[in-house]
């Protein structure tokens, strides 16, 4: 078990770029979730996966975001047409239903639209 | 929709000493866990204390502790004998367990944070 893995660490595009994230869960997490952290703010919910099921979609989550979760496994978070609005650390926790409330997190992505 | 505030952006805290960290939220729902993550500089985000709303006891971890005050809806932390360490953001955070299906999605409500510095 090698904990929550994102990927890129860190990300630099131009403003207008399209960016994907990955994200890779404990492997016996069935519950995946996608926060975003801005400078100053604490993590704020963005979509969240039981199995390959996105079940919930915030708001901040306009239609330029979108996120899957193929087969259950890893999960990916695309951002298009990026603005300067969007730099922010994307976190990335598993957690599983039999453990009941305990996250787990990875080191986050950190983007910034330039 | 729950909030949680976190009135204090800053403290510090000499090493070996005690300090508290503050916590309220608001919320209509009965049933709830509340926690306490800590962000390191650069580093993940980690799971410090958690506590079940329908538990009266406080809940306790090592040099962890909270204060949970269900009415008055305050949930601080306080963390005793203090080491370099724990120099970290502290977030509070609020879990719903219910949801109008009765389902739940177990996500989180964090507050804003708080940057504590321990030291030396």
């Known amino acids: 078990d090698t904990g929550v893995s994102q990927d890129p660490r860190h990300k630099i595009t131009k403003r207008g770029q399209n960016v994907t994230f990955r994200c890779d869960p404990i492997?016996?997490?069935?519950?995946l979730y996608w926060y975003r952290q801005t400078l100053g703010q604490g993590p704020e919910f963005l979509t969240y996966?039981?199995?390959?099921?996105?079940?919930?979609k915030s708001r901040l989550l306009s239609d330029r975001f979108s996120a899957e979760r193929p087969k259950g496994s890893f999960s990916t978070l695309e951002i298009q047409r990026t603005e300067q609005g969007d730099s922010a650390m994307y976190l990335c926790?598993?957690?599983?239903?039999?453990?009941?409330?305990?996250?787990?997190f990875g080191s986050g992505t950190r983007l910034t639209v330039v | 929709a729950q909030t949680v505030t976190q009135s204090q952006p800053e403290m510090s805290v000499q090493e070996a000493e005690t300090v508290t960290l503050s916590c309220t939220y608001d919320?209509?729902?009965?049933?709830?866990?509340l926690f306490w993550y800590k962000q390191p500089p650069s580093r993940q985000m980690i799971l410090v204390i958690r506590?079940?709303?329908?538990?009266?006891q406080n809940a306790t971890e090592n040099r962890f502790s909270v204060n949970f005050q269900k009415a008055a809806k305050s949930f601080s932390l306080k963390i005793s004998d203090s080491q370099l360490g724990d120099t970290a953001m502290y977030f509070c955070?609020?879990?719903?367990?219910?949801?109008?299906?009765?389902?739940?999605?177990?996500?989180?409500?964090f507050g804003k944070g708080t940057l504590l510095t321990v030291n030396p």
């Open positions: 492997s016996e997490h069935n519950r």
């Open positions: 506590q079940e709303a329908y538990k009266q």
């Open positions: 996966f039981q199995n390959e099921a996105q079940l919930e």
């Open positions: 926790a598993s957690a599983s239903t039999s453990a009941g409330y305990g996250y787990t």
């Open positions: 919320t209509s729902e009965n049933n709830y866990y």
């Open positions: 955070a609020f879990m719903k367990l219910t949801m109008d299906s009765g389902g739940s999605n177990y996500k989180l409500t």
